[in-house]
C-alpha cells in the first residue's frame, strides 16, 4: 500500500507504465488541439513530450509491482484465477480506504488507482519489452481469463488507448470460433452493468456513480449453432456529471454501433432527448466512415425500472425516433422498430431484516419479476441477431477478425475529430453549409486573373517589396471576407461553435492562399531577374566576339 500513500513511488513501482501514460497523456493533448487557432509552437512543444516519451520506452526497469504481479502469473492456471480474484477483491477493498466516493469518478492518478485493470495494464506494458517467454505467459493468463468469463479492457479509460497488439496476441487463441457482438449503452447509473450480469451471467462491477470505466468486454459460451461466443461490450455511463465530456460520449456510442451487430440502449423510464439526439447524430457520422463496419446493426431500447410495462403507452416517443431517422435519411444506417422497444420493471426491491429495525440497514432483494422478464428479453435480442448476422462480412465474425475491424474504427474515431465534433445533426449540416460556402467565395476571390495580376506586378520587386505588396492585400481581404462570413453566419442562425469553427477556417484559409501567391511572387521576381542576367550576359558576350573579330584574333580551345 506504499504507493497509494505516495505519488514519489510511482517512478520507482512502476516505471515503465509512468512513462507510457505520460505518453498517453501528451498523445492526447495533441489530439485535442485545434489547429485552426493553435500557436505552431504549443503543437511543436506537444510534438518534443512525445518524442522524449517514446525514446524513454524501453529502458528503464519494469520495477517491482511487475515482478511481483508476474509470479502471480505463473502459478498453475486454476489458482492463477483465483488469486486474481482474490487480489481484484482486496484492491477494491484498500482502494475505498484512500480515495473518496467523489474522487472515484474523477480521472485517479497512478497512485490511487489500486485495481486489477491498472495490473494487467502495468504488466502488458511491461511485457512488451520482456523475452518472449514471459510475454507468452502474460497472453496465456489473460487469455485464460477471458474464457472464465471475466470483463477484459477493450479501451483503456485513463489513457484512451487500444492494447490492440496484445489483444491481437490473445484474440489469436480462440481460432475460426464465431462471435455475436452486443453492446450496452445508456445514461450512468442506468443499470447497464446490472443488465448484462443478469441478462448473461457476467461480472461486471456494479455501484452507483461512474462504475465502468472506458469499454470492458466479456466472453459468453453459447450453446447455439450461429456462433460459439457472445462478445458482450459494456460501456461507460453516458452523460455523466463527473466527466462532462459529451465528445467522449458520442465517440463510445460510435465505436459502438460500428462494431457490434445489436447494440442495447439501456434507459431509466422515459427515452432520454440527450441520448436520442446523440444516437441520431451517430447514425449520421456512420454515413461519413470509409471503413468497413457492421451495416445496419440492430438497436433495442430497454426502459427499466417501468411501474406500466405496456410498451404501448410509449408509442409517441417510439414514432418520434424512428420518424427522426427517416427524415435525415438515417433509416438504412440503424435498425429501430416497434418491436426493438422494451420494458423492465425494478431489478430490486429494498427490505429490512425480520425484525423489521428501523434504524438498521435496508437489503436490496433482486425481484422475481425482473428474473423471468430479463430472461425472456434475453432471448427476443440474441433471436434478433438472426435478422443483422446474414448481412455481416467475413470481418466482424471471429475474435480476430472483429479486433481488426475494431482497431481501425477505433484509430479513424482518434483521426478525425469531426465525426463526433457536433452536437447534433443540424449543427454538422451547418458547418458543412458554411464549409462549402467558403471554399465557393475563396475560389471566387482567388480567381487566376488575381493571382495573374499580383504575380505580374512583382515580377521587378525584391523579397522585402513583394511583402510590402502582400501584407495590405491579405488584410484587405480578410476585412472583406470576414465581413461577408459574419453577414452569411446571421442568415443561417448558426451556434457558437459553428461561429467561432468557421472564422478560424477562414483565417488559416487565406493566410495559406497567400502564403501559397507569396511564393509564386518570388519564383517570378527571381525569374525575372534570371532572364535580365542572361540578356545582359549575351549583350557582353556578343561583344567580346565582335572585339575579337575585330582585332583578327584565333581562339585556340
Request: contains cysteine; glycine residues 4%; aromatic residues 8%.
Amino acid at each position: 500500500m506504499q504507493l497509494a500513500e505516495s505519488a514519489i513511488k510511482v517512478e520507482e513501482y512502476v516505471p515503465e507504465y509512468a512513462n507510457f501514460e505520460k505518453l498517453c497523456k501528451s498523445k492526447q493533448e495533441l489530439s485535442k488541439l485545434n489547429f485552426y487557432g493553435e500557436v505552431d509552437s504549443k503543437i511543436y512543444e506537444v510534438q518534443q513530450h512525445i518524442d522524449e516519451r517514446k525514446q524513454n520506452q524501453g529502458k528503464t526497469d519494469s520495477g517491482i509491482i511487475f515482478d511481483l504481479f508476474y509470479q502471480i502469473l505463473r502459478a498453475p492456471n486454476t489458482l492463477t484465477l483465483m488469486s486474481l480474484n482474490l487480489l481484484a477483491s482486496e484492491l477494491k477493498e484498500q482502494r475505498n480506504r484512500f480515495v473518496s466516493t467523489g474522487e472515484m469518478a474523477k480521472q485517479l492518478p497512478i497512485q490511487k488507482n489500486l485495481s486489477l485493470e491498472l495490473l494487467w495494464r502495468n504488466a502488458i506494458v511491461c511485457g512488451t519489452y520482456q523475452v518472449p517467454e514471459v510475454w507468452r505467459l502474460i497472453v496465456q493468463r489473460y487469455y485464460e481469463s477471458m474464457v472464465a468469463g471475466f470483463p477484459f479492457e477493450t479501451i483503456d479509460d485513463d489513457n484512451f488507448y487500444f492494447h490492440h497488439q496484445f489483444l491481437s496476441n490473445v484474440l489469436s487463441i480462440f481460432g475460426n470460433k464465431k462471435i455475436l457482438v452486443v453492446s450496452v449503452i445508456g445514461p450512468q447509473n442506468s443499470g447497464k452493468s446490472t443488465l448484462l450480469n443478469y441478462m448473461f451471467g457476467t461480472f461486471f462491477d456494479v455501484r452507483d456513480g461512474r462504475c465502468t470505466r472506458g469499454i470492458y468486454g466479456s466472453f459468453v459460451k453459447s450453446n447455439r449453432k450461429d456462433f460459439d461466443y457472445i462478445l458482450l461490450i459494456d460501456t461507460e455511463g453516458l452523460l455523466g456529471v463527473e466527466r462532462e465530456d459529451k465528445e467522449f460520449d458520442r465517440r463510445l456510442v460510435l465505436f459502438c454501433l460500428a462494431v457490434s451487430h445489436l447494440i442495447v440502449v439501456n434507459m431509466i423510464g422515459e427515452v432520454n432527448e440527450s441520448l436520442k439526439t446523440m444516437l441520431t447524430l451517430c447514425a449520421d457520422s456512420l454515413k461519413q466512415m470509409n471503413v468497413n463496419r457492421v451495416p445496419e446493426p440492430i438497436v433495442h431500447f430497454v426502459l427499466n425500472q417501468k411501474a406500466d410495462l405496456n410498451i404501448q403507452n410509449h408509442q409517441a416517443a417510439i414514432e418520434k425516433i424512428t420518424s427522426d431517422l427517416k427524415s435525415f435519411d438515417l433509416s438504412g444506417m440503424i435498425h429501430i422498430r416497434q418491436e426493438t422497444f422494451h420494458t423492465l420493471p425494478n431489478a430490486f426491491k429494498k427490505e429490512r431484516g425480520l425484525l423489521n429495525d428501523t434504524s438498521s440497514p435496508c437489503l436490496s432483494k433482486a425481484e422475481p419479476d425482473f428474473i423471468e422478464l430479463v430472461q425472456l428479453l434475453c432471448g427476443d435480442i440474441i433471436n434478433s441477431a438472426l435478422k443483422c448476422l446474414p448481412r455481416t462480412s467475413d470481418q466482424f465474425t471471429g475474435p480476430s477478425q472483429w479486433l481488426k475491424s475494431s482497431i481501425t474504427i477505433f484509430d479513424t474515431l482518434r483521426k478525425f475529430a469531426d465525426l463526433t465534433y457536433y452536437r447534433d445533426i443540424n449543427e454538422r449540416r451547418q458547418d458543412n453549409k458554411v464549409r462549402e460556402y467558403i471554399r465557393a467565395k475563396l475560389i471566387e476571390e482567388f480567381a487566376s486573373t488575381y493571382r495573374e495580376q499580383l504575380t505580374a506586378v512583382s515580377a521587378n520587386k525584391n523579397e522585402r517589396e513583394i511583402e510590402e505588396l502582400i501584407l495590405p492585400e491579405m488584410e484587405k481581404k480578410q476585412k472583406d471576407l470576414n465581413e461577408d462570413l459574419e453577414n452569411r453566419l446571421k442568415l443561417l442562425k448558426t451556434s457558437d461553435t459553428i461561429r467561432i469553427r468557421s472564422r478560424q477556417f477562414l483565417r488559416v484559409q487565406i493566410i495559406e492562399m497567400f502564403n501559397a501567391l507569396r511564393t509564386s511572387c518570388k519564383m517570378v521576381s527571381e525569374r525575372a531577374q534570371v532572364q535580365l542576367l542572361v540578356q545582359n550576359g549575351e549583350g557582353a558576350l556578343k561583344q567580346l566576339i565582335e572585339e575579337i573579330g575585330a582585332k583578327g584574333i584565333v581562339m585556340s580551345e
